[in-house]
T-cell receptor, first 114, second 112 residues
């Protein structure tokens, strides 16, 4: 069966510090990968998605970047965090060439920027 | 632009009652719809999905209804339980591997 992991689970960082969040998927190959941010009490905002290694699409201009160094690894980064980067970050994956487009979500990372 | 939204941000129901959560979508090209449940501090979990060639689909205690004429989607939960308390999101996609567009979510509160 497929599983998706995210770490760390929680993170408290000062403004101006760098960020690296990691997401890995097991049990599948060549998935589509997604990074979402969720503000408290709000919906999901798609930040990045990737259809393959080194292929990243950005949905919104922001202080963040994403990379996919391996097929099942997706990394969210920032060189200098802003207060507005605080939120709940969710990684998700979906299968290619399937009849439906269901996305499977990881447990999330709670980021607090102080 | 195209969007998916929810009618009610918060829904309170008594334990044992049926719950109905509504969702409106505006993309007429949407072919696939999905409901997720998100408990506090956790990632969204799949509940049920439906394709545009159907108007109703049933799962265990849940039913999704799709009305393409008015671009409306609803999630019905039978005999609501305390464990159903969560935020529920609808999402839509034009299909063919396209990205999902999520609604803003509805908080379901089950009162004992």
């Amino acid at each position: 069966s497929q599983t998706i992991h995210q770490w760390p689970a929680t993170l408290v960082q000062p403004v101006g510090s760098p960020l690296s969040l990691e997401c890995t998927v097991e049990g599948t190959s060549n998935p589509n990968l997604y990074w979402y941010r969720q503000a408290a009490g709000r919906g999901l905002q798609l930040l990045f998605y990737s259809v393959g290694i080194g292929q990243i699409s950005s949905e919104v201009p922001q202080n963040l970047s994403a990379s996919r160094p391996q097929d099942r690894q997706f990394i969210l980064s920032s060189k200098k965090l802003l207060l507005s980067d605080s939120g709940f970050y969710l990684c998700a994956w979906s299968q290619k060439n399937q009849g439906d487009d269901e996305q499977f979500f990881g447990p999330g990372t709670r980021l607090t920027v102080l | 632009g195209e969007s998916v939204g929810l009618h009610l941000p918060t829904l309170s129901v008594q334990e044992g009652d049926n719950s109905i959560i509504n969702c409106a979508y505006s993309n007429s090209a949407s072919d696939y719809f999905i409901w997720y449940k998100q408990e506090s501090g956790k990632g969204p979990q799949f509940i049920i999905d439906i394709r545009s060639n159907m108007d109703k689909r049933q799962g265990q205690r849940v039913t999704v209804l799709l009305n393409k004429t008015v671009k409306h989607l609803s999630l019905q939960i039978a005999a609501t339980q305390p464990g159903d308390s969560a935020v529920y999101f609808c999402a839509e996609s034009p299909g063919g591997g396209n990205k999902l567009t999520f609604g803003t979510g509805t908080q379901l509160k089950v009162e004992l």
